[in-house]
């Protein structure tokens, strides 16, 4: 016989949606005290399986880690600008990540956006359910799964998001919980943000301010993204694989493990570095850079401990209709475009189906 809950009467629609409308997401699950995890969550072996990279070769491990990048002296006209655009160029080109120190991000504001975040999941079912909604429109939103109603299965996650530019967002609308803490964490991510296109655009060899121009990262969205301790770790993921659909990302996370990239066929770990910020390439970044630049997939794994708590920000366009493709200046002979010309919908929409299918122009290997 079935197992009950997987079985043939088991009507998966009506059991997401139904959990939909408790809007207390994973968190409320938890909250109940869940021993088990609701079979919608359960991910099918092929997904959850996958070697992990490992080494007891102390060389080898080290090879292993993404680079950690000094951004001391990399300011505008400081003694270390080429160098590190050098190497921030070859992390891109190589594992689509890295990670920054001496970022000038104070310490304070990090963990106050941390434990900002952990404030609001933490606000009991009935205080968060009014901020819950499904509604792209709304700048201000609490969700479990963006995709929640489509995908094949639940993520072990729980969201909140800010809409924070182009447009200023109305600090009134935000949850007194983080406000004050996101809005400070935002101001410092942003102007990082800028100074990170700069070295993108001059590791490239283009003008600092080219990528900047182009308006491809004046959209920005913080993301607080909360994983509570699973009961059952081992049939779920806290995010399936993914690569980001924006033009780069710069996520902050507190000391837990979980997150992987592939390489090679393989997943790494991400290890925590204190005070750190992860970076990666997204989507857009790889289709501008006309592929030197990679968007690498991700996922997040989940513990019988925790939360793990995250945040990012997304650096992305919001101008739908602007044309996007392989910046012409990189283009030679030797380097044909290898994407198409794009309008910004399109190309989402595109990301949305299966990244990168059926609009290359030639056999691209998105993993390096
Ligand atoms: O929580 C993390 O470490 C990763 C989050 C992530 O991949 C995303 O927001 O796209
Ligand atoms: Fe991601």
Redesign the pocket.
């Known amino acids: 016989m079935a197992e009950v809950g997987t079985g043939p009467e088991y009507d998966r629609d009506r059991e997401v949606k139904a959990f939909d409308e408790t809007k207390r997401g994973v968190k409320g699950l938890v909250d109940a005290g869940v021993t088990k995890i609701p079979p919608f969550f359960v991910e099918p072996p092929e997904v959850l399986g996958g070697s992990t990279w490992s080494s007891t070769d102390d060389e080898a491990r080290a090879r292993l880690n993404i680079p950690i990048i000094d951004l001391g002296g990399a300011g505008k006209g400081g003694e270390r600008r080429e160098e590190v655009a050098r190497m921030i160029g070859r992390a891109c080109e190589t594992w689509g990540f890295f990670q920054v120190v001496n970022h000038g991000i104070e310490e304070r504001v990090l963990h106050g956006m941390i434990e900002g975040a952990r404030r609001f999941h933490e606000l009991p079912g009935e205080e968060k359910m009014r901020y819950y909604s499904r509604d792209s429109k709304t700048k201000v939103r609490f969700y479990c799964n963006y995709d929640l109603l489509k995908a094949r299965s639940a993520n072990w996650?729980d969201?909140l998001l800010f809409d924070m530019a182009p447009e200023p967002l109305d600090p009134h609308e935000m949850p007194l919980a983080c406000r004050e803490e996101a809005i400070e964490c935002w101001k410092n991510m942003s102007a990082l943000g800028n100074t990170l296109l700069e070295l993108f655009s001059e590791a490239l060899g283009l003008e600092s301010s080219y990528l900047q121009n182009m308006g491809s990262a004046e959209g920005q969205v913080l993301?607080s993204?909360y994983?509570p301790a699973c009961p059952e770790p081992d049939l779920t993921l806290?995010?399936s694989k993914?690569s980001?659909p924006d033009f780069f990302?710069i996520?902050l996370?507190d000391h837990a493990d979980?997150?992987q990239l592939l390489q090679q066929g393989q997943w790494v770990n991400?290890t925590p570095v204190d005070g750190a910020l992860?970076v990666?390439v997204g989507d857009l970044m790889q289709l501008v850079s006309n592929g030197r630049f990679k968007s690498v997939e991700?996922?997040?794994t989940v513990g019988a401990v925790g939360p793990?708590?995250?945040v990012?920000c997304?650096f992305v366009s919001n101008r739908s209709m602007k044309v996007f493709g392989p910046i012409k200046e990189l283009l030679t002979e030797d380097n044909p475009p290898i994407y198409k010309d794009m309008p910004l919908h399109e190309f989402l929409h595109q990301c949305a189906i299966s990244k990168f299918r059926g609009w290359r122009y030639a056999p691209f290997e998105k993993q390096v």
Do not use: Q
């Open positions: 996650r969201t993301l993204h994983y806290g995010v993914h980001d990302t996520l996370r979980g997150l991400v992860v990666n991700h996922r997040v793990r708590i995250s990012a997304f």
